[in-house]
T-cell receptor, first 114, second 114 residues
Framework: AQSVTQLGSHVSVSEGALVLLRCNYS??????LFWYVQYPNQGLQLLLK??????LVKGINGFEAEFKKSETSFHLTKPSAHMSDAAEYFC????????????FGSGTRLQVQP | NAGVTQTPKFQVLKTGQSMTLQCAQD?????MYWYRQDPGMGLRLIYY???????DKGEVPNGYNVSRLNKREFSLRLESAAPSQTSVYFC?????????????FGDGTRLSIL
């Protein structure tokens, strides 16, 4: 079965600093990977997804993620944090096009300090 | 566009009471999902429906029932609520029937069982 592990339940950065949120996956077959963001009292919104077309995936709001098979990782980055980036971020995985369910990580709460 | 609408937004129940959480989407999506979100555990799939008239169990289906009333609506029922079902419940939908497609989430129902 597939799984994802998000390292760090809380990450704090200063405004303008690099954002790095870590996600490692476990899968015996090629995975499809996603990052979702959840703002307070809202549902999840898709940031970006990897479906094997390109290893570097660009998403909304200046975020991007790189799929590294050798490291089984799909870390999320943004060069310069903005106060509005404060939210909870979830990595998710599924393993084939026939499967209908996503497996989510436990989430990383990003705090942005002024 | 309303997207995915969940009702109610908040609910407090006593142990043993029953209730139905409602979800409706106006995007003509085929697939719909119910998740629960608990602190430190990410989202876990309760049930999903790949099309009108079909439903399948997810990771944590015990204590829940669902109904795909039509293409727009997917309800979640707790027949006899238990304190362990205190959680935030999210409904989601996606256009196709595969998990690689982006899911669109409602804002959630915050449910407390006393």
């Amino acid at each position: 079965a597939q799984s994802v592990t998000q390292l760090g339940s809380h990450v704090s950065v200063s405004e303008g600093a690099l954002v790095l949120l870590r996600c490692n996956y476990s899968s015996s077959v090629p995975p499809y990977l996603f990052w979702y963001v959840q703002y307070p009292n809202q549902g999840l919104q898709l940031l970006l997804k990897y479906t094997s077309a390109a290893t570097l995936v660009k998403g909304i709001n200046g975020f991007e993620a790189e799929f590294k098979k050798s490291e089984t990782s799909f870390h999320l980055t943004k060069p310069s944090a903005h106060m509005s980036d404060a939210a909870e971020y979830f990595c998710a995985v599924t393993v084939d096009t026939g499967r209908r369910a996503l497996t989510f990580g436990s989430g990383t709460r990003l705090q942005v300090q002024p | 566009n309303a997207g995915v609408t969940q009702t109610p937004k908040f609910q407090v129940l006593k142990t043993g009471q029953s209730m139905t959480l409602q979800c409706a989407q106006d995007m003509n999506h085929n697939s719909m999902y119910w998740y629960r979100q608990d602190p430190g555990m990410g989202l876990r799939l309760i049930y999903y429906s790949a099309s009108e008239g079909t439903t399948d169990k997810g990771e944590v289906p015990n204590g829940y029932n669902v109904s795909r009333l039509n293409k727009r609506e997917f309800s979640l029922r707790l027949e006899s609520a238990a304190p362990s079902q205190t959680s935030v419940y999210f409904c989601a939908s996606s256009e196709g029937r595969q998990a690689i497609e982006p899911q669109h989430f409602g804002d959630g129902t915050r449910l407390s069982i006393l």
